[in-house]
């Protein structure tokens, strides 16, 4: 019997009409793509899952799936007023080594050490914010991603 791959259009001479067969070609089950395409489409641009990743390593997986949740966060503003209070910070940083390096050409090294050191602080504190508020927003967005998964994957109420 004759049957037409629907995933990539082969046609197999040899089909046999089993329930689980498979596309010599893609590999694809007859049976699952004719499910899947009987199936409503579902928002796929909003929910980013490992069926859309490419067959990269799982670390390139998990940089589009956190790049793709960045891309469509739910708290842009939380976002650019913490990456604001870093540039601050960053800012606070470099005005604190100037003053340190300010200090240890005019000969006052005590003050010069303690500026270098705030200085030195303030860049580590900086860094750290920026991480800890991209992962509690982070945080949020997987949140509303797995919801909405589990929303849309529920049973459905009538």
Do not use: H
Request: with cysteine.
């Amino acid at each position: 019997m004759l049957r037409t791959c629907l995933k990539c259009g082969f046609g197999n001479q040899q089909a046999t009409g089993d329930s689980s067969e498979s596309c010599p070609k893609c590999g694809a089950i007859y049976s699952r793509v004719e499910m899947a395409l009987r199936e409503p489409m579902r928002n796929t641009e909003t929910r980013p899952t490992r069926a859309r990743f490419g067959g990269g390593s799982n670390e390139e997986d998990l940089r589009y799936f956190v790049s793709t949740l960045r891309e469509q966060t739910a708290c842009p503003n939380f976002r650019f007023w913490t990456f604001a209070f870093f540039i601050v910070l960053v800012a606070v940083g470099a005005f604190a080594l100037l003053w340190a390096v300010g200090l240890l050409f005019s000969g006052q090294m005590l003050f010069g050490v303690f500026a270098l050191l705030m200085a030195a602080f303030t860049f580590v504190f900086a860094r750290l914010w920026q991480e800890v508020a991209a992962m509690a927003a982070d945080f949020v967005d997987a949140t509303l991603v797995v919801a909405r998964s589990n929303q849309s994957s529920g049973p459905q109420r009538q």
